[in-house]
C-alpha cells in the first residue's frame, strides 16, 4: 500500500471516529434530557445519531476492507467495497430524508401546536450547531480524499441538522 493510500485511509478513519464520538455524545446527551422532559421527540433524535454513528461505523470498516492488499480470489483488490458502504450510507441517508418527508406531510394534515421550553430549545440550537459543523467538516474531508461515504456522512449530518430545527 503506497504512503498517499494510507494517509488517505488514516483520515477516513481518523474523520469517521470524530463522526462517531460526537454523535454518541448527542446521543446521550438528547437521551438525557428527552426522559427527563419524558419529550418522545427529543428521545427520537438521540436515536438519530446512534444511527449516524453506525453510518461511520460503516465507513471505517468500508475503508479498512478496500485497503486489503489483493490476492488470489480477489487479484485487483478490495477496492469496491469501499463503494459499497458507501451505497448503504446512502441508502440510510435517503431513508432520514423519506422520514422526514412524511413526518412534515403528517404535521401539515394534522398541525399541533408545538410547546417550546426554554431547555428544548438550547438542545435543538446546540445539536443543530453541532451537526452543522460536523457536516461541514466530514463532507470537506471527504471530497478532500476522494471518499463516497464520508461525502454522504457529510449531507446526512447537515440533514440532520434540518430536521432537528424542524
Known amino acids: 500500500m503506497s504512503s498517499n493510500e494510507m494517509t488517505r485511509e488514516k483520515k477516513i478513519v481518523r474523520t469517521s471516529i470524530v463522526g462517531i464520538i460526537t454523535n454518541v455524545l448527542l446521543a446521550a446527551f438528547k437521551a438525557v434530557i428527552g426522559l427527563l422532559t419524558h419529550s418522545i421527540a ?3 433524535d438521540a436515536v438519530n445519531n446512534i444511527s449516524d454513528a453506525g453510518s461511520s461505523l460503516i465507513t471505517i470498516i468500508g475503508t479498512k476492507l478496500a485497503a486489503k492488499e489483493p490476492d ?11 463503494y459499497l458502504s458507501s451505497m448503504i450510507i446512502s441508502v440510510i441517508v435517503l431513508y432520514a430524508g423519506v422520514t422526514s418527508f412524511v413526518e412534515s406531510i403528517k404535521h401539515i394534515i394534522h398541525p399541533e401546536t408545538p ?23 466530514v463532507k470537506s474531508v471527504g471530497v478532500k480524499v476522494n471518499s463516497d461515504s464520508l461525502v454522504n456522512s457529510g449531507e446526512d449530518a447537515t440533514l440532520d441538522s434540518v430536521i432537528s430545527g424542524d
Open 72 to 82: 488470489k480470489k480477489h487479484p485487483f483488490g478490495y477496492g469496491r467495497i469501499e
Open 115 to 137: 410547546d417550546y421550553s426554554v431547555i428544548s430549545l438550547i438542545i435543538v440550537g446546540v445539536a443543530v450547531v453541532v451537526k452543522i459543523v460536523l457536516g461541514r467538516y
Open 42 to 44: 427529543i428521545v427520537l
